[in-house]
Nanobody, 123 residues
């Protein structure tokens, strides 16, 4: 069992930066691939970024490529999402997820989810 708690979301102006954090409980953090998803009002939850168990491999959605970076610190049981050059369309609740399944972008690949943190980008 893994419990995930996101933090770092807030109101920011377009062009600004934020770093989201997701702290995981338990001693098995390094056995999970981790990901960030987001969900805007009235829209489906969408994939943002994925990082492998070791942190050696990452993958980000085309919509955030070149602006967002995912990283993890297995010693601190934490995964991060660095978001730069934010746009109003990045406004959403951001969720972190932990998974052991096959797949990267599908929500079904992840077994555990946090409660989300709100990111609002003003124009």
């Amino acid at each position: 069992q893994v419990q995930l708690v996101e933090s770092g979301g807030k109101l920011v102006q377009a062009g600004g930066s934020l770093r989201l954090s997701c702290a995981a409980s338990g001693r098995t953090f390094s056995t999970y691939a981790m990901a960030w998803f987001r969900q805007a009002p009235g829209k489906e939850r969408e994939f943002v970024a994925h990082i492998s168990k070791s942190g050696g491999s990452t993958y980000v959605a085309d919509s955030v490529k070149g602006r967002f970076t995912i990283s993890r610190d297995n010693a601190k049981n934490t995964v991060y999402l660095q978001m730069n050059s934010l746009k109003p369309e990045d406004t959403a609740v951001y969720y972190c997820a932990a998974g052991v399944g096959i797949g990267v972008v599908a929500t079904t690949a992840y077994n555990y989810w946090g409660q989300g943190t709100q990111v609002t980008v003003s124009s």
